[in-house]
């Protein structure tokens, strides 16, 4: 920055600090300055503005209504230049302290295992994990992030990064199809067990079908409702009946053999995945660094 920027920002810094204390003394003061330069320093600042910038008398130094006006602005850039220094700071700084974390259930669970790799890399992060399919408010029960699949409740008082996309897919435990059979297309699923999730707005979830270009919605005669995500993939590995499930969650158990991926062809686009801060946080760079470790790890192909 040049000797001349830097003479105008000091010149604004000393023009701030007379019009908050009403005083080119105490501002001498506050600043660490003496009141001569302060007196010059807005004599300059009036000279290129080309305005006056106070009205003074020998009892009070009151801003003009140019000075409201530029006083606005100045603070607004003032404090702009301060929060990038912190932004940039903070980005600088190795990822320290606790990070509250909460995670839909199931999808949570997947998750937890990568977390070991985090730790590895940023050991001054201590994580406080929860594990639940509700809504949370990220501000009023202090969350640094929330990880929500699906639709997201508009509010502007949220900072909101997409972390990946998902597929559904039907899938059954290999004991159950030796029972029952196996599936080689849509139309016998109404002959089949089904076991179906119960959203939170207390409605059964039907199966999102792929037919070539398009999608249908199937809802089949469940056997077994569940409104947990995990037991309803722990269901489908008892042998209980098909289940949709998303990719990313059952993708661990269909590589150990739990469960088998069913008409791989009718699998649908399913719900986005987001990670939620409150706008109250600088993004300090112990929750960037868990942001980018989720956004990372899911975007890695399920099969990883």
């Keep these: 920055m040049s000797e001349r920027a830097d003479a105008q920002i000091n010149d604004i810094a000393a023009f701030i600090?007379?019009?908050?204390?009403?005083?080119?003394?105490?501002?001498?003061?506050?600043?660490?300055?003496?009141?001569?330069?302060?007196?010059?320093?807005?004599?300059?600042?009036?000279?290129?503005?080309?305005?006056?910038?106070?009205q003074r008398t020998t009892r009070a130094v009151r801003l003009t209504e140019d000075g409201?006006?530029?006083?606005?602005?100045?603070?607004?850039?003032?404090?702009?230049?301060?929060?990038a220094e912190q932004q940039l700071a903070s980005r600088r700084a190795e990822p320290s302290g606790r990070v509250k974390i909460d995670l839909?259930?199931?999808?949570?669970?997947?998750?937890?295992?990568?977390?070991?790799?985090?730790?590895?890399k940023y050991p001054k992060l201590t994580l406080e994990v929860a594990l639940t399919d509700r809504m949370s408010d990220p501000v009023g029960e202090g969350w640094d992030v929330v990880v929500r699949i699906g639709a997201l409740p508009e509010d502007s008082e949220m900072t909101v990064r997409k972390l990946c996309d998902?597929?559904?897919?039907?899938?059954?435990?290999?004991?159950?199809?030796?029972?029952?059979?196996q599936v080689r297309s849509a139309s016998e699923l109404g002959?089949?067990?089904?076991?179906?999730?119960?959203?939170?707005?207390?409605?059964?979830?039907?199966?999102?079908?792929?037919?070539g270009d398009a999608t249908h919605e199937f809802a089949p005669q469940p056997i077994l409702v569940l409104a947990d995500g995990q037991a309803l993939v722990e269901a489908a590995v008892a042998g209980f009946g098909i289940a949709q499930i998303l990719d990313r969650v059952a993708q661990p158990y269909v590589d150990d053999g739990r469960l088998v991926h069913l008409l791989p062809a009718c699998d649908a686009d399913g719900p986005p995945v987001h990670a939620i801060i409150s706008l109250?946080?600088?993004?300090a760079a112990k929750t960037r660094a868990v942001v980018n470790h989720l956004a990372e790890t899911l975007q890695q192909p399920s099969g990883k």
């Design 17 to 54: 600090a007379v019009a908050q204390s009403g005083s080119f003394t105490r501002a001498a003061e506050d600043i660490g300055s003496s009141k001569s330069n302060v007196g010059k320093a807005v004599q300059r600042l009036e000279a290129r503005l080309g305005t006056r910038l106070f």
């Design 166 to 181: 998902l597929r559904l897919g039907l899938y059954a435990s290999p004991d159950y199809l030796t029972r029952r059979g």
């Design 191 to 211: 002959s089949h067990d089904a076991v179906v999730f119960r959203g939170p707005t207390g409605r059964l979830r039907a199966w999102s079908l792929r037919d």
């Design 68 to 83: 409201e006006t530029y006083l606005v602005a100045a603070k607004d850039a003032i404090n702009g230049l301060r929060d």
């Design 280 to 283: 109250g946080q600088k993004m």
């Design 104 to 120: 839909p259930a199931g999808f949570g669970r997947l998750l937890l295992p990568s977390f070991i790799h985090l730790r590895d």
